[in-house]
C-alpha cells in the first residue's frame, strides 16, 4: 500500500518528539533544536500524540521560503522527508502554557486539485486543526493594492458553470471560515487595527475581506471572470488559484477523527491579474502574507 508524507511502517501510532522521521528511507534535518537519538518506539493508539494546531500549504517556492524565514524566527524547526520526497517543515513553540505545533508543506502543483491532496496528506500525517493557505494573489479591486495582504474570510468558487447554447450560466460557490476563525481574525484586527499599516513594510497593509478562486490565472482586466466576480459581491479583493481546493477539502473531512476543522487564507497581492501580471513582486508579496500569518497567530492559537 502507498503511503504519503511521514511514514509509519507496522501497527500501532507514533509520537513525534522534536523531529523524527517513521518508515523505511525516511530522514530527519532539525534546525534549531537538539539531534534526535533515534526513531520513537511505536506507542499504544490510546496514548498518540494530539492533533497538531496548523498545517500550513504554500504553492509556490518563493512562497515556502518566506514562511519558512518567518517561522524560524517564531519557534524551533525540524524537517522531515519521506522517500517519496515530500517534505513536512514542523515549528514548535512554548506559548500561554502549552506547546504549539505547526507543520508547513508545499503543495506538489499548483491549482485547486493539487491543494485538496495536499490537505489530505496533513490531514492523515498531522490532523492539524487548521489548515492555513498562504501566498499571493492578483488584485481586482482598487481597495488591495500591490505588497497588501487580503485575509480571506470568505473564497467564492468561479469555476463552476453550465455551458448551454445561449451562454455560459456561471454557478459559483461560496466556502466561509467558521465562526471560531473569525473572531480570532476580528481579534487580530481589534488589535492592530483596520486595515492594519505593516510596521515592516511602510506603505502596504493588512486588510480583509473575500477573494475568488478557480483554476483560470487571471491576466486580463476584461476577463468574464472578473466581470463575474464583480457581479457576485462588489466587496471581492483578490484572484488566486487554490482556496476553493483546499476550503471544499477541509470540509469533507469534517467528522472524521483526525479531521481538519478550520481553514483561512492569506495572500500578499502580486499583481494587478492584467496583462502587466509578472513574477517581479512575488517576494514582497510572498514575505507580506507570511508576516501577517506569524502576527496572526497569538489569536489563531487561541
Known amino acids: 500500500m502507498s503511503n504519503y508524507g511521514i511514514e509509519n511502517s507496522g501497527s500501532g501510532n507514533v509520537t513525534i518528539s522534536g523531529a523524527v522521521a517513521m518508515g523505511t528511507g525516511t530522514s530527519v ?77 508545499q503543495s506538489l502543483l499548483p491549482g485547486q486539485h493539487s491543494a485538496g491532496g495536499t490537505v489530505e496528506e496533513l490531514r492523515r500525517e498531522y490532523a492539524p486543526r487548521l489548515v492555513v493557505l498562504v501566498g499571493i494573489a492578483g488584485s481586482i479591486h482598487p481597495d488591495a493594492l500591490l505588497g497588501d495582504v487580503v485575509v480571506a474570510q470568505e473564497v467564492i468558487h468561479y469555476e463552476p458553470r453550465k455551458v448551454t447554447p445561449d451562454g455560459v450560466l456561471r454557478r459559483g460557490r461560496a466556502h466561509a471560515v467558521t465562526a471560531g476563525v473569525q473572531h480570532a481574525v ?36 476584461r476577463a468574464d471572470e472578473r466581470r463575474y466576480l464583480r457581479e457576485y459581491n462588489e466587496k471581492i479583493l483578490a484572484v488566486e488559484t487554490e482556496g476553493a481546493g483546499l476550503a471544499t477539502a477541509v470540509h469533507a473531512s469534517l467528522g472524521g477523527t483526525d479531521a481538519a476543522h478550520a481553514w ?4 500578499g497581492i502580486s499583481d494587478a491579474a492584467d496583462a502587466d501580471k509578472n513574477d517581479g513582486h512575488h517576494e514582497l508579496a510572498a514575505r507580506n502574507a507570511a508576516f501577517v500569518f506569524s502576527s496572526l497567530l497569538p489569536h489563531l492559537a487561541g
Open 186 to 221: 476580528n481579534g487580530f484586527f481589534t488589535a492592530h487595527g483596520e486595515p492594519w499599516p505593516l510596521p515592516h513594510s511602510p506603505g502596504h497593509r493588512a486588510l480583509r475581506g473575500p477573494i475568488g478562486s478557480g483554476e483560470a490565472v487571471l491576466a486580463d482586466v
Open 264 to 267: 483561512l487564507v492569506v495572500r
Open 29 to 105: 534535518t532539525q534546525h534549531g533544536v537538539a539531534p534526535v537519538a533515534g526513531p520513537a518506539a511505536p506507542q499504544d493508539p490510546a496514548r498518540a500524540a494530539p492533533a497538531w494546531d496548523a498545517g500550513v500549504v504554500t504553492v509556490l517556492s518563493v512562497e515556502t521560503r518566506a514562511v519558512l524565514d518567518e517561522l524560524s524566527k517564531w519557534g524551533s524547526h525540524a524537517e522531515a522527508r519521506t522517500r517519496q520526497g515530500a517534505v513536512f517543515h514542523e515549528f514548535t513553540r512554548e506559548h500561554s502554557g502549552r506547546t504549539v505545533r505547526l507543520v508547513v508543506t
